[in-house]
């Protein structure tokens, strides 16, 4: 349907966790290329980035690949300051990265001050450099999208400290940048993914201990849509929308992908 055809897209975390089930990162990219963007693939992992790629690639899609470590901020700053005098426009910045059990995320009495550290890096300061790099080149060429993904956690009883603080606050941080960036025409977004078959959601809880049947089972249980965890094509579809011109006249959002889990549940 080429929603998103000429447009320039970089994706932070567009590489995956190891495993079987395809992250939201990656089908985000495959999506954004597949409808006509030319996908920067952007993963501290540079193999890992270099497989999406291959995967746009096969099914003829534009896509490079860029290794950047998105807690850092001259690496963030090279990389966009680099893309943006090579490519002419950054028109869409994608920021996917986020973890909590592979960071030592752990209950308010528990978790380590380095956990916290870290939570507070990679779910929260990552997305805020790129923002920060990006928005000027955005307001010079009057828009541009910027989407963060967030998480139900941030809205529901998570039990854990570091994820649920930091994915509560990009949504804050995306609705002051969203609110502030309006006037220039530029449009940011956050999506809150519920229970995902991902490899980031699963494959932690497998490394932690758990049995990976039980791990599938309990998490489809608590959807109410279908009995089953969506996919990182529910997420990539969803930022293919707020991305394209179709999302036109919103900004500010935070749109729930999660099966009905807060609807049900409560939040």
């Known amino acids: 349907m080429n929603r998103v055809k000429g447009k320039t897209a970089i994706v932070f975390g567009g590489g995956q966790t190891p495993g079987e089930a395809?992250?939201?990162?990656?089908?985000?990219c495959i999506v954004l290329a597949r409808e006509g963007a030319h996908v920067v693939v952007v993963d501290r992992v540079l193999s890992s980035a270099e497989e999406t790629v291959r995967l746009i690639r096969e099914a003829n899609g534009q896509a490079e690949a860029v290794q950047v470590d998105q807690t850092i901020g001259e690496q963030v700053n090279t990389v966009i300051a680099d893309l943006h005098k090579r490519l002419g426009r950054i028109d869409i910045v994608h920021n996917n990265i986020g973890a909590s059990l592979a960071l030592g995320d752990a209950?308010?009495?528990?978790?380590?001050?380095?956990a916290l550290d870290?939570?507070?890096?990679?779910?929260?300061?990552?997305?805020?450099?790129?923002?920060?790099?990006?928005?000027?080149?955005?307001?010079a060429q009057g828009g541009g999208s910027i989407v963060n993904i967030s998480s139900i956690a941030a809205i529901q009883a998570y039990p854990l400290l570091g994820y649920k603080a930091t994915k509560a606050a990009m949504i804050a941080m995306t609705e002051n940048m969203a609110a502030a960036n309006a006037k220039h025409g530029i449009r940011i977004n956050t999506i809150?993914?519920?229970?995902?078959?991902?490899?980031?959601?699963?494959?932690a809880r497998v490394a932690a201990?758990?049995?990976?049947?039980?791990?599938?089972e309990d998490r489809n249980r608590r959807v109410p849509l279908r009995g089953k965890m969506?996919?990182?094509?529910?997420?990539?579809n969803a930022a293919l929308f707020l991305h394209s011109d179709e999302a036109a006249f919103i900004t500010g959002a935070s749109l729930v992908v999660d099966g009905g889990e807060t609807i049900a549940h409560g939040h």
Request: aromatic share 8%; no cysteine.
């Open 22 to 28: 395809i992250g939201n990162g990656r089908a985000t």
């Open 209 to 216: 201990g758990w049995q990976r049947e039980a791990v599938i």
């Open 192 to 203: 809150l993914p519920g229970l995902m078959h991902t490899s980031m959601a699963i494959e």
């Open 107 to 114: 209950v308010a009495t528990d978790i380590e001050e380095t």
């Open 230 to 236: 969506g996919t990182a094509w529910d997420v990539a």
């Open 118 to 139: 870290k939570s507070f890096a990679v779910n929260f300061k990552s997305a805020w450099l790129t923002s920060k790099a990006v928005i000027p080149i955005m307001q």
